[in-house]
Protein backbone atom coordinates (compact mmCIF):
# COMPACT_ATOMS: atom_id res chain seq x y z
CA UNK A 1 0.00 0.00 0.00
CA UNK A 2 1.40 3.37 -0.86
CA UNK A 3 1.77 5.66 1.67
CA UNK A 4 3.20 9.28 2.45
CA UNK A 5 3.48 10.46 5.84
CA UNK A 6 4.30 13.58 7.57
CA UNK A 7 5.35 14.93 10.32
CA UNK A 8 6.77 18.02 12.67
CA UNK A 9 4.36 20.26 13.00
CA UNK A 10 2.91 21.82 15.52
CA UNK A 11 2.18 25.15 17.87
CA UNK A 12 4.92 27.66 17.28
CA UNK A 13 5.58 31.48 17.72
CA UNK A 14 5.92 34.41 15.17
CA UNK A 15 9.40 34.46 13.59
CA UNK A 16 10.07 30.70 14.55
CA UNK A 17 10.79 27.78 12.16
CA UNK A 18 10.21 24.23 11.58
CA UNK A 19 11.01 21.54 9.74
CA UNK A 20 8.66 19.36 8.33
CA UNK A 21 9.12 15.28 6.99
CA UNK A 22 7.52 13.28 4.44
CA UNK A 23 8.50 9.74 4.45
CA UNK A 24 6.99 7.08 2.27
CA UNK A 25 5.60 3.55 2.71
CA UNK A 26 5.09 0.86 -0.05
CA UNK A 27 6.96 2.77 -2.74
CA UNK A 28 10.41 4.67 -3.29
CA UNK A 29 10.64 8.12 -3.29
CA UNK A 30 12.94 8.59 -6.02
CA UNK A 31 10.57 7.27 -8.49
CA UNK A 32 8.36 10.38 -8.09
CA UNK A 33 8.31 14.23 -7.98
CA UNK A 34 7.32 15.40 -4.21
CA UNK A 35 5.24 18.31 -3.74
CA UNK A 36 4.54 20.27 -0.65
CA UNK A 37 1.67 21.75 -0.47
CA UNK A 38 -0.66 23.74 2.10
CA UNK A 39 -4.28 24.73 3.10
CA UNK A 40 -5.72 27.03 5.42
CA UNK A 41 -8.76 26.67 7.15
CA UNK A 42 -11.63 28.51 4.30
CA UNK A 43 -8.84 28.54 1.46
CA UNK A 44 -7.56 26.23 -1.29
CA UNK A 45 -4.67 24.25 -1.08
CA UNK A 46 -1.85 25.53 -2.75
CA UNK A 47 1.45 24.65 -3.93
CA UNK A 48 4.27 25.85 -1.88
CA UNK A 49 7.88 23.51 -3.42
CA UNK A 50 8.89 20.53 -4.96
CA UNK A 51 11.49 18.30 -5.76
CA UNK A 52 12.34 15.46 -8.38
CA UNK A 53 15.54 12.90 -8.53
CA UNK A 54 15.54 13.21 -12.65
CA UNK A 55 16.46 16.54 -12.58
CA UNK A 56 17.39 17.46 -8.90
CA UNK A 57 16.18 21.24 -8.72
CA UNK A 58 13.81 22.39 -6.46
CA UNK A 59 10.60 24.83 -7.24
CA UNK A 60 8.89 26.96 -5.43
CA UNK A 61 5.91 28.95 -5.61
CA UNK A 62 5.95 33.06 -5.91
CA UNK A 63 5.02 33.67 -2.65
CA UNK A 64 7.81 31.34 -1.09
CA UNK A 65 10.55 34.54 -1.04
CA UNK A 66 13.40 32.39 0.59
CA UNK A 67 11.32 31.25 3.29
CA UNK A 68 11.03 27.97 2.35
CA UNK A 69 13.68 25.45 1.77
CA UNK A 70 12.95 21.89 0.20
CA UNK A 71 15.45 18.98 0.86
CA UNK A 72 15.54 15.34 0.59
CA UNK A 73 17.66 12.56 2.73
CA UNK A 74 21.01 11.20 0.55
CA UNK A 75 18.81 7.75 0.09
CA UNK A 76 16.04 9.69 -1.09
CA UNK A 77 13.45 8.25 1.88
CA UNK A 78 12.86 11.53 3.15
CA UNK A 79 11.67 14.65 1.88
CA UNK A 80 11.98 17.91 4.03
CA UNK A 81 10.31 21.52 3.67
CA UNK A 82 12.58 24.01 6.06
CA UNK A 83 10.04 27.02 7.44
CA UNK A 84 11.67 29.77 8.75
CA UNK A 85 10.21 33.01 10.06
CA UNK A 86 6.77 31.29 10.62
CA UNK A 87 3.99 33.75 10.19
CA UNK A 88 0.50 33.80 11.36
CA UNK A 89 -0.55 33.30 7.69
CA UNK A 90 1.41 29.98 7.55
CA UNK A 91 -0.63 28.67 9.80
CA UNK A 92 -2.41 25.62 7.74
CA UNK A 93 -2.51 21.77 7.28
CA UNK A 94 0.95 21.09 5.38
CA UNK A 95 1.17 18.16 3.16
CA UNK A 96 3.32 15.93 0.76
CA UNK A 97 2.37 14.59 -2.34
CA UNK A 98 3.59 12.34 -4.70
CA UNK A 99 2.94 12.29 -8.64
CA UNK A 100 5.05 9.67 -11.07
CA UNK A 101 4.61 12.93 -13.94
CA UNK A 102 7.87 14.15 -15.37
CA UNK A 103 9.14 16.92 -17.58
CA UNK A 104 6.88 19.96 -18.01
CA UNK A 105 4.00 19.88 -15.85
CA UNK A 106 2.57 22.48 -13.07
CA UNK A 107 4.19 21.77 -10.11
CA UNK A 108 2.33 23.97 -7.78
CA UNK A 109 -1.07 22.70 -9.20
CA UNK A 110 -2.71 19.61 -7.02
CA UNK A 111 -4.33 17.96 -9.62
CA UNK A 112 -1.12 17.00 -11.16
CA UNK A 113 -0.29 14.52 -8.03
CA UNK A 114 -1.47 10.97 -7.34
CA UNK A 115 -0.55 10.16 -3.90
CA UNK A 116 -1.05 12.36 -0.72
CA UNK A 117 -0.45 12.31 3.16
CA UNK A 118 -2.23 12.90 5.77
CA UNK A 119 -1.27 16.06 6.20
CA UNK A 120 0.32 17.42 9.46
CA UNK A 121 -0.46 21.13 11.13
CA UNK A 122 0.77 23.94 11.79
CA UNK A 123 0.01 26.41 14.06
CA UNK A 124 1.82 29.96 14.06
CA UNK A 125 0.51 32.04 17.18
CA UNK A 126 2.03 33.77 20.27
Known amino acids: QVQLVESGGGLVQPGGSLRLSCAAS????????IGWFRQAPGKEREGISC????????YYADFVKGRFTISVDNQWDTVYLQINSLKPDDTAVYYC???????????????????WGQGTQVTVSS
Open 51 to 58: ISKSDGIP
Open 97 to 115: AATLTVGDFDRMASNEYHY
Open 26 to 33: GFTLHRYA
